[in-house]
């Protein structure tokens, strides 16, 4: 039986903030497809009086079409060390062309309030429905981050890590830690 253990979301904002520089999951589902990617840029905050997370998704990751189709996603934090496949298949591979949630090993559990599943092996889990979503406007960012991040080059394909990105803030209606 899966247990979860509630928590405030803002008593362990630090542990959380920490841990997204060190790198984090963003887990979609459209239909019976639950797909994972590694993010590492992002925040958890306070907007609208509610707590937030917000995420950045390229245009161009799969993961940017299953936030349309069903715009809630789980985040799945480690909470120690794991299996690195995991950071590799769900950073390194598309959803596209690859099931990584089979591919990795991950073991699904239910979502609480939203239709996504957390993740036992990445255990605390926040869970987002998306209230507001924008296309970057790259004119308005300074010269040295264009340069650095968004370099447009026109040959490449997708998946270049060019291309601008979608924000989308998720309201967080439930935070636990699964074991
Ligand atoms: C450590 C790490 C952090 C990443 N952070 C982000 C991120 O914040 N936003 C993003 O769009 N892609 C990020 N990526 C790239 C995606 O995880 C990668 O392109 C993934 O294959 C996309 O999967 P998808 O096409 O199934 O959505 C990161 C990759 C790694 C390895």
Redesign the pocket.
């Known amino acids: 039986m899966v247990d979860r253990e509630h928590f405030d979301v803002f008593d362990r904002s630090g542990d959380i903030v920490k841990a997204i520089s060190e790198?984090v999951f963003l887990t979609t589902r459209s239909g019976e497809k639950v797909?994972t990617?590694?993010?590492?840029?992002?925040t958890i905050g306070n907007l609208w009086a509610k707590p937030v997370f917000i995420?950045?998704?390229?245009s161009?990751?799969?993961?940017?079409r299953?936030l349309d189709e069903n715009p809630e996603f789980t985040v799945n934090i480690p909470t120690g060390p794991y299996d690195r496949k995991i950071?590799k298949v769900?950073?390194?591979?598309?959803?596209?062309d690859?099931d990584?949630v089979s591919e990795a090993g991950l073991t699904l559990t239910e979502g609480e309030k939203i239709g996504v599943p957390g993740i036992m092996q990445l255990p605390m889990t926040l869970e987002c429905k998306v209230i507001y979503r924008q296309e970057q406007d790259v004119s308005l960012i300074p010269d040295d981050i264009k340069g650095r991040f968004y370099p447009h080059r026109s040959d490449r394909d997708h998946?270049t890590?060019e291309d601008d990105?979608v924000m989308y803030i998720g309201e967080i209606v439930s935070s636990y830690v699964l074991s």
């Open positions: 790198c797909n990617m590694a993010i590492e840029w992002g995420a950045f998704v390229r161009s990751r799969f993961t940017r299953m950071f769900c950073g390194g591979k598309s959803g596209r690859t990584k998946d890590d990105h």
